[in-house]
């Protein structure tokens, strides 16, 4: 997390550095007219046009798509969340007519319903149709916008991630969200914060939300909220955003120390199992389909070894040859895996093998050679 805390101002510098910048005009029927958005594309999109990215979708776009897409970027770079679409609606001169509801109903009336109907049933299809979005959806709101992104739980849920910076909730939406978040049937993440010198009347109404939302007994919801020291209506949103974004993901990042020491190693389950379901569950959940990474290899390998599991690491070294043959790291697991089962002469051809393969992490021609060496020695070869 202290990655997290740099300035925004470093952010907006990786903004420009990592990603490629587009504005767009929407055209609407909703809206009788169009509707200028911006879209951050990851630096990948175009040397990768098989990939498919998450999409964050922020209103209040004029001030929220830039500390939202220089935080994507670092997040991405270290690999503590995927690469995102993010896309932001321009709603300087509209947002209060864009969250407009109806003070019997607490639901969207005229131009508000008009923008709610552009964005579930317009700007979203355009974004599926002209950009490869996973099926991993995310809408941010701050203020206004932060209770009317609260209208898209209601029904058939459009999106499956929700941050709340600092809402002003309507009279109903605490009874409305609460109802709505009890019964969600697949996973749902929702994040709410607010800061102890965010604006009293706000801060009140988010401390009753907080309190429903805890009660909530649904193993689909995912919430999280945060009350930040020293922190105004406004400057809250540069800290939540790096909080709700690491907290949403982080089934995405790679296996810690932390993870290793208290769940990996503690595991009465298979570990492999354990790799195999985390991508999975990342496929799954945010719908993009990752390389299982080296670092989590060796939590794996490391903790297979020290329990001698030479079957599951079998299945690892296996598994390594897949999905990275031009390496050496599968060859390295399985030559462990044929020493320690007394199939010795396997064990030296399979690192001779190994040498011929390229470097990876820890791994060196030098240490495989050393290995195929030493059996010779030992057994005479």
């Known amino acids: 997390m202290k990655r997290l805390t740099l300035l925004v101002s470093l952010l907006l510098i990786t903004q420009a550095t990592f990603s ?19 879209i951050g594309l990851p630096k990948s999109y175009k040397s990768d046009s098989n990939r498919i990215y998450p999409l964050i979708l922020a209103l209040d776009g004029d001030y929220l798509f830039d500390p939202i897409m220089g935080t994507v970027n670092y997040m991405s770079y270290w690999e503590d969340m995927p690469e995102a679409i993010v896309v932001g609606i321009k709603q300087i001169e509209t947002r209060r007519e864009d969250c407009q509801y109806d003070s019997n109903t607490d639901m969207p009336e005229y131009t508000g319903k008009k923008f709610y109907d552009f964005v579930n049933t317009e700007l979203v299809d355009y974004l599926q149709d002209n950009f490869r979005l996973s099926k991993f959806k995310m809408i941010v ?82 919430y999280t909220f945060d009350d930040f020291e020293d922190t105004s209506h406004y400057s809250l949103v540069s800290h939540a955003i790096p909080r709700a974004l690491n907290d949403i993901f982080s089934l995405y990042r790679p296996i810690s120390k932390k993870e290793y020491k208290e769940v990996i190693v503690n595991l009465e389950t298979s570990p492999y199992d354990y790799l195999v379901e985390k991508y999975d569950m990342i496929e799954s959940l945010i719908g993009v389909r990752e ?58 051809k399979t690192y001779q093998n190994g040498f011929l393969l390229e470097e990876i992490s820890f791994l060196t021609k030098d240490i495989m050679l050393d290995k195929a060496e030493r059996i010779k020695e030992d057994f005479g070869y």
Not at 166 to 184: F, Q, R
Not at 293 to 301: E, L, M, Y
Not at 312 to 319: F, S
């Open 291 to 348: 390389l299982v990474r080296v670092n989590d290899f060796v939590a794996i390998s490391t903790a297979l070894e020290k329990k001698e599991n030479w079957v599951e690491l079998e299945k690892l070294g296996k598994l390594a040859r897949k999905l990275y043959p031009d390496y050496m790291l599968g060859n390295y697991y399985l030559g462990t895996v044929y020493e320690n089962t007394d199939k010795i002469k396997l064990a030296m």
């Open 141 to 222: 709101g701050h203020n206004y916008t932060a209770n009317f992104i609260n209208y898209f739980i209601t029904e058939d849920p459009l999106f499956q991630a929700y941050i709340n910076l600092s809402p002003e909730y309507a009279p109903s939406m605490v009874k409305n969200v609460t109802n709505a978040l009890s019964s969600v049937n697949k996973k749902t993440w929702y994040y709410l914060a607010t800061g102890q010198n965010d604006i009293k009347s706000l801060r009140s109404d988010i401390i009753i939300m907080d309190d429903s939302l805890k009660a909530i007994e649904n193993d689909n919801l995912k």
């Open 20 to 38: 490629q910048i587009i504005t767009k005009k929407v055209q609407s029927f909703h809206l009788d007219g169009s509707r200028e958005i911006k």
